[in-house]
């Protein structure tokens, strides 16, 4: 992020930290990658949902993933639009950023699909750790772009992750744990997991520090 070369704003308020911030981040990222990964994520859920006969995908919920991972997708984009819809001049859709949000669910439905959760040990943790690295960068280069000093992006971010952390962990236990076959073993896992969220969110809160700074300079 901070190779990259912002050209000089032209038109009022385009001059600004956060426009160029909103351009920087845009930059690389054409609209159909955001568009993909949703489309992915959709398709492999309904498989898991309506092709009967995978075990694999017996007992996780698939259901209710079907219909709440598309909404968690949306729900950046959506309420970004409805931050700036009045804002004028109007920034560039921050497409990047949408990617990061969504990707951390394709990588999830994904590992289901290739049974990676049951084939590799390890897989489980380091999504938790990668997934909230790529979340919370995503969340925030859209949220810090005012926030300075860049300490203050850091706790923040790292925050926001701790506490979607917690959240996931909730939704995960009222769908399918406690009815499931892993009750013995949740509540280790439970801790090893919003720990490795959290540290995959302060990860993300360093990087987007350094890139809000660099934008700044």
């Known amino acids: 992020m901070s190779n990259y070369h912002i050209q000089p704003g032209r038109g009022r308020g385009y001059s600004s930290p956060r426009w160029q911030h909103a351009r920087v981040t845009n930059r690389r990222c054409p609209a159909w990658v955001p568009v993909l990964v949703l489309l992915l994520t959709v398709v492999q859920l309904a498989v898991a949902e309506w092709v009967p006969g995978i075990d694999r995908f017996a007992d996780k919920a698939f259901g209710a993933r079907l219909i709440a991972y598309p909404l968690l ?30 990707v951390p669910f394709l990588v999830d439905v994904t590992g289901n699909s290739l049974d990676l959760y049951d084939a590799i040990g390890w897989w489980d943790d380091l999504n938790h750790f990668a997934n909230w690295a790529l979340l919370l960068t995503g969340i925030g280069l859209i949220v810090c772009r005012d926030v300075r000093p860049p300490w203050a992006v850091v706790v923040l971010v790292a925050g926001l992750g701790a506490v979607l952390a917690i959240g996931w962990e909730v939704g995960e236990w009222f769908t399918f744990i406690r009815h499931g076959t892993e009750i013995d073993t949740a509540y280790e896992d439970t801790l090893g997991d919003e720990t490795l969220g959290t540290l995959g969110a302060l990860v993300a809160g360093l990087v987007v520090a350094r890139a809000t700074r660099a934008v700044s300079r």
């Open 73 to 102: 997708m949306l729900l950046t984009p959506v309420l970004w639009w409805l931050a700036i819809r009045r804002t004028t001049p109007r920034p560039a859709p921050l497409y990047g950023a949408f990617t990061l949000v969504m």
